[in-house]
């Protein structure tokens, strides 16, 4: 990008493209690990009542602590872990990004670790609000290192440690046991231990939502976007120990989560069950799409997400990637030479992407 020269830029910003995971028309949309599945009728009609009732104050400010949204994501959690979670311990924004920004806002005055590949967000936030970035390691076959975290943790002393699991884009999970290792580490180091489970409800092992009692400086990320289907309505939350949400609270912008979206949010959460209904279907279809794609000679990472990253194509990514998009078929290129991602979708979708693939191995 070239920048015109009087406008003032930071200069650490002008190397950096915006976020960018290409928005296109396709016949099947398989890039951004949306759920596949629309709200129900039942669910678009409580909603539209909601925010029509909404709608009558909308000259007023919305609640500016969003307790009635932070109550219920607390019982959600508890629901699925036998904790006792209250509000306090819950702070909620515009999608799990905007968490991340408030955590690099208050926390991030010196630098953050996370383990490479993984959210590409996570680096994008650090260098945005100024924190230095550092790339740890993973095992070669992507999987995480918990030995190679703890010495990456007790040589940088980071204030921040990011760890997503399931991790995107490569898809496994961590045990609980391993982040529990890890999180004594961080804080005998001084820092806090993020752990972003954007897609926790597609996995097997156990929350780090568990660990929060013992060690109060463990942070978890969680977001309605993916396994609760509600990407467009942007709601992302944490789970921490109280002290942490009284920090968000400095660094939030007032009224940030608009009236509208509380009250969509709020009736989500009471179709929880519907909504959460789609999880195991999506978990079957993921093991057969990683079967037919493993029948065509390609190699899949283990994935507990809702999306595959597989290798083992002759072409590159980028020609791949393209010749999937001409047959309408829309993946995503993650930036690593040789693999590409595609998002577990409905039936329809999955078999126009094999279809696609097949017709081009
Ligand atoms: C999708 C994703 C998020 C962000 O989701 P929001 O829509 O901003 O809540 C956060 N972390 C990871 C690892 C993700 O893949």
Do not use: C
């Not at 409580?46 to 919305?62: C, D, G, K, M, Q």
């Not at 820092?191 to 929060?212: H, K, P, Q």
């Amino acid at each position: 990008m070239m920048w015109p020269n009087w406008l003032p830029l930071r200069s650490d910003l002008k190397a950096l493209s915006p976020y960018g995971a290409p928005q296109l028309p396709a016949e099947a949309s398989l890039n951004t690990n949306e759920n596949p599945y629309a709200p129900s009728i039942t669910l678009q009609k409580a909603i539209t009542a909601a925010v029509a009732e909404a709608s009558s104050s909308l000259n007023r400010y919305p609640d500016r602590d969003a307790i009635k949204v932070r109550t219920a994501l607390a019982s959600y959690i508890n629901e699925e872990n036998g904790t006792e979670f209250g509000a306090n311990n819950v702070w909620a924004a515009n999608g799990s990004n905007e968490i991340i920004q408030s955590l690099f806002l208050a926390f991030g005055n010196s630098s953050a670790l996370g383990f490479t590949p993984s959210y590409s967000m996570h680096p994008l936030i650090s260098m945005v609000t100024d924190t230095k970035w550092i790339n740890g390691e993973r095992n070669q076959d992507f999987s995480f290192n918990v030995d190679i975290a703890i010495q990456d943790v007790v040589h940088h002393k980071p204030l921040l440690t990011f760890v997503t699991t399931p991790n995107n884009p490569t898809g496994g999970a961590i045990s609980l046991a391993e982040i529990e290792a890890l999180a004594v580490v961080v804080g005998e180091n001084g820092g806090l231990l993020v752990v972003d489970e954007a897609y926790a409800e597609f996995s097997n092992e156990r929350s780090s939502v568990n660990l929060i009692a013992q060690h109060p400086h463990v942070v978890v990320i969680r977001t309605m976007s993916k396994a609760f289907a509600f990407a467009g309505v942007r709601v992302g939350y944490l789970i921490a120990d109280p002290s942490v949400i009284n920090a968000m609270m400095l660094v939030r912008l007032p009224y940030h989560l608009s009236a509208l979206t509380q009250a969509a949010a709020n009736v989500a959460l009471d179709f929880r069950a519907e909504l959460l209904g789609n999880v195991g279907m999506l978990i079957t279809a993921r093991e057969e799409l990683a079967a037919s794609l493993q029948a065509m000679g390609l190699r899949t990472l283990p994935s507990a997400a809702n999306f595959i990253l597989f290798t083992g194509f002759a072409v590159s990514s980028a020609q791949l990637w393209s010749q999937l998009l001409e047959k309408g078929v829309l993946i995503r290129d993650v930036g690593l030479s040789s693999y590409l991602r595609v998002t577990v979708g409905n039936d329809a979708e999955n078999k126009a992407f094999i279809k696609a693939l097949s017709e081009l191995l």
